[in-house]
């Protein structure tokens, strides 16, 4: 579709897309536009890899002007994990002048409604698809991600959670009717009539701010959830992975552009070095939205200081898995151990704690006790990894310096179980790639049950580090989990047993300190993956975030209906 197009020609074209996503929330089915697989991409106007691979390149060193207002210079220095210098320069805003330009253009995006701000929201969808493959490279480069996952992960399931986010704001703000005719029947006298008119009123200026490690799979939902129900959304990446971001703004500048909207309803705000532009954004007073993915410490500082804003957090939390027992052994380990490579566990759903009875569990394959358990699983994790290509395409690059800490640091912390060892990158020989590290810990209730416990497995440590936890029984492993789930909070609870009653116990257990659990997972499905449209991501009800990915209150608090009453 070219340029100057309408808001109902974009209801036509995308449509039946908004309507399978509105029917798929609803039954949880599996569904998705955006396809997984490459090779799907280089037909109908999108890019090939070699396409996506060269307007990556194409970007190096170059100053990527997205024609905003308030600009005041220009900032950069992202290097990729796998060692390459970006040189990219982003604009830097002035915020004085920037935001008051970003409001200026709500009006016309409010009256547009919920249909056509939702047809937009999917033609810059639609988009970011198209660049899908240039969108992985930035991802990649900028995340450490394996290229695989960055296109995965970075490119359709980030495509879809956005879409899941339009999806919802728009069953939100349909639930009541644009118009109403009111009639209150007065006896012998004439009736009271109203005409009433109901407007879904956008709160103000969303501000996004971007993460390291997921810039697009935990940006989107956000920023499309804020944009969908009619708030200009302020971008501000992770300085480490501005470029992902940046990209998206274009794209969406673009679109609304050409959909003869106020380009600057969507705008990037990159920062200078440790210039902390978070926290003098977060507590300005045009911001009325904020979405922050990141560590604890700033997203407690969100939640308390920018009071004036609709703050959602996804922080730390520490997973769990409680072992009890399992009829595929194999299985479980397997999946345990993919579930403790992938992107060299640097994702806010791998499993940390995994809770083991000390006297051992029963299996398949006989009983086992709590060393054969922890050295099995070590096993698996070196013949998954055994070979390089395949670790280097499962772990992706250590993302900062301080996961490499944590790493080197863990022996400290008690029995090394399985070691962490280096893998060379012939393709980016600047990577820094390490295998995960599994540490034994002493479970007993004397170690964690005071309040003031301080057990090394009772805080997250962010990267490829688990603990093998020895409990004294499955009902401390319970306990322990609840003790862990309400204090520290968790994105994902796993748990393996062949018991009915066993299982009542865990899922009570996660009922009630809300948390998200997967039961028994031993083939292609991984605690720390979730599909859009269908799994929720986080609950909102423990420390780890305050809201889920997605679901009615991840947008209903982004708008509020306005009633206006005439007489009819």
């Known amino acids: 579709m070219t340029a100057g197009f309408s808001t109902a020609q974009l209801i036509e074209k995308h449509r039946a897309t908004l309507d399978q996503a509105l029917d798929t929330i609803r039954t949880r089915a599996y569904w998705s536009p955006h396809p997984e697989h490459p090779k799907a991409y280089g037909d109908g106007g999108s890019l090939s890899a070699a396409d996506g691979q060269a307007a990556f390149d194409a970007l190096h060193g170059t100053r990527l002007d997205l024609g905003q207002p308030g600009t005041d210079g ?9 060692g390459i210098e970006l040189g990219v320069e982003y604009p830097h805003p002035d915020i004085e002048v920037l935001l008051p330009a970003m409001r200026a253009g709500m009006a016309a995006w409010r009256d547009a409604g919920p249909e056509g701000r939702a047809a937009v929201c999917l033609e810059i969808l639609a988009r970011i698809s198209a660049r899908t493959h240039e969108f ?34 728009f069953a939100e703000q349909t639930r009541t009717p644009l118009t109403a005719d009111w009639s209150k029947p007065q006896g012998k006298r004439d009736p009271l009539e109203l005409r009433k008119a109901f407007t879904a009123a956008p709160r103000g200026i969303a501000l996004l701010v971007g993460c390291n490690t997921f810039p697009t799979w935990n940006g989107y939902p956000g920023l499309f959830a804020s944009l ?37 309803l969507v705008a990037l705000a990159a920062e200078r070095p440790d210039e902390g532009l978070a926290k003098t954004l977060a507590v300005h007073p045009d911001i009325r939205i904020i979405d922050y993915t990141g560590s604890t410490a700033f997203g407690d500082w969100l939640e308390t200081n920018a009071r004036q804003a609709q703050v959602f957090t996804e922080k730390a939390g520490v997973n769990t898995v409680v072992i009890d027992s399992t009829d595929d052994y194999k299985g479980m380990l397997g999946n ?233």
Request: glycine letters at 8%.
């Open 336 to 568: 345990l151990a993919f579930s403790l490579s992938l992107y060299s566990g640097q994702m806010c759903t791998t499993p940390q704690n995994l809770l083991i009875p000390r006297d051992g569990i029963d299996t398949d394959a006989g009983r086992k006790t709590y060393d054969e358990v922890v050295a099995d699983l070590a096993t698996a994790v070196d013949g998954l990894l055994g070979d390089d290509a395949r670790a280097n395409a499962l772990l992706g690059a250590i993302v900062n310096p301080q996961v490499g800490e944590r790493i080197d640091a863990a022996a400290s912390l008690g029995e090394v179980a399985l070691a962490s060892r280096p893998v060379a990158n012939p393709d980016f020989p600047g990577a820094t790639v390490r295998t995960p590290v599994i540490v034994k810990q002493d479970g007993a209730r004397k170690q964690w049950e005071d309040a003031d416990a301080d057990a090394a497995y009772l805080t997250e440590c962010f990267g490829p580090v688990s603990f093998a936890v020895a409990v004294d029984s499955t009902d401390d492993a319970v306990a322990l989990l609840r003790r862990t789930v309400r204090d520290k909070g968790a994105m994902t609870v796993g748990a393996y047993t062949t018991s009915p009653g066993v299982e009542r116990q865990i899922e009570e257990a996660c009922l009630e300190e809300c948390a998200q659990l997967s039961l028994n997972l031993t083939g292609g499905v991984y605690v720390n993956q979730t599909a859009a449209f269908s799994d929720f991501h986080g609950s909102g009800g423990n420390p780890a975030a305050n809201a889920a990915l997605c679901d009615g209150a991840f947008v209903a608090n982004r708008f509020r209906m306005v009633e206006v009453r005439r007489p009819a």
């Open 136 to 169: 992985a490279q930035a991802v990649m480069h900028t995340s450490g991600q394996a290229f695989m996952m960055a296109f995965q992960a970075g490119g359709p399931h980030a495509q879809d959670r956005g879409l899941e986010a339009v999806a919802y704001a």
């Open 74 to 82: 220009w900032v950069g220095g992202e290097v990729s994990p796998f």
């Open 228 to 264: 969908a129900t009619g708030n200009p959304v302020l971008v501000k990446p992770h300085p480490r992975a501005v470029l992902p971001l940046a990209l998206t703004v274009q794209a969406a500048r673009e679109a609304l552009s050409d959909a003869g909207f106020d380009p600057n």
